[in-house]
């Protein structure tokens, strides 16, 4: 990643962290004006927790004094804990409104004397630096937005090889994918493929599951086949200064999206960085848990016919392969 945009985002939650304390501050200050008796509270208890800390260290025998400082301490909690009931305000009013409650707006968490990004400063150079436009405005795409009245409710399965309708299999579908986040920390729960035509609802389904995977505090890499083979190899032939943490990334994000596979330009060396993407995040390496969706306007045969037998296989095995089928819902909007 960007060592500047890294920089850049660490000055943005530095601003956030300093403006949420600078808030709470304000809260209390309003809080001590309405209720005196609170503030004085609050000074008494410091000035307590001072003196017993002095008086351990400088007479630790003087434990009736010390026990006296610690009752009187209880009790002017009670008072305050009584006080705040009767305004209705609980002790979350005491702590910063942080927008990452997990790193508290520094972009770090620590963890066995270990400090690592945040997921959520991880997701926000994902998106600066890879996503871009691929996945903005994400918050826009909803399951609650996603109509179902635009799907046939006809059979034909003459035409879509297929004994339901175009509107039952959407339905099918979008309970395979809500399965899929309920389940997404289920190393069992299986990868997707999102395999038919253009129009259908293949882009719109991976956004809207992108959305709730997000809200759950994982990070999501959102890549068009063509581009992510295509950066994939340049590293590995030193191009383009591209270092190892992209590669990594692609590995180790909690959900993959590479979309549009086939329409790239395949050769040997692509098949095997793919086979070694797809087979990777299968094992969930390093008791990490990964999931990828892919989405295909190519067939099943088609899959077969272009990509080596271990990469198909990989598909049957561990992807619930979802076949879109209908018109194209755009046209279907526009005519409306």
């Known amino acids: 990643m960007s060592e500047s945009t890294l920089k850049t985002l660490l000055k943005e939650y530095e601003q956030k962290k300093l403006k949420a304390e600078i808030e709470l501050d304000k809260r209390v ?19 307590f927790a001072i003196n017993t800390a002095k008086l351990i260290i400088s007479s630790p025998n003087s434990t009736e004094y010390i026990n006296d400082l610690k009752k009187k301490t209880e009790e002017l909690k009670l008072e305050k804990s ?31 004397f270990n400090s690592s990004l945040c997921n959520c400063i991880k997701q926000k150079l994902f998106n600066l630096e890879y996503n871009k436009s691929n996945i903005s405005n994400i918050q826009d795409y909803d399951f609650k937005n996603f109509s179902l009245d635009v799907y046939s409710d006809s059979v034909d399965e003459k035409l879509y090889k297929s004994n339901i309708s175009p509107k039952q299999n959407i339905i099918n579908i ?44 994982k990070t999501v890499l959102y890549q068009t086949a063509s581009v992510m083979l295509d950066t994939i190899l340049d590293y590995r032939f030193g191009k383009a200064n591209i270092s190892k943490e992209v590669y990594d ?16 330009c395949m050769n040997s060396m692509k098949y095997t960085e793919l086979f070694d993407i797809i087979n990777t995040r299968i094992l969930n390496q390093n008791n990490h848990i990964t999931k990828t969706i892919i989405s295909t306007n190519l067939n099943l045969q088609n899959i077969k016919d272009t990509y080596d037998e271990r990469i198909f296989s990989r598909f049957v095995g561990n992807y619930n392969i979802c076949r879109f089928f209908g018109e194209d819902i755009r046209f279907k909007k526009l005519n409306n």
């Open 174 to 217: 979008k309970e395979i994918c809500e399965n899929f986040i309920d389940n997404f920390d289920d190393s069992t729960e299986k990868n997707l493929l999102f395999i038919g035509n253009t129009g259908l609802g293949k882009t719109y389904l991976s956004s809207c599951i992108a959305n709730e995977i997000l809200k759950k505090g």
């Open 82 to 112: 009584k006080i705040l009931k009767k305004i209705n305000i609980t002790e979350d009013f005491f702590v910063p409104k942080y927008e990452c409650e997990i790193c508290k707006d520094t972009g770090y968490v620590h963890s066995n």
């Open 249 to 264: 990334n692609i590995l180790e994000v909690d959900l993959l999206i590479i979309d549009d596979l086939g329409t790239e």
């Open 29 to 47: 200050e309003n809080l001590y004006k309405e209720n005196p008796r609170l503030e004085q509270i609050d000074k008494e208890i410091n000035n």
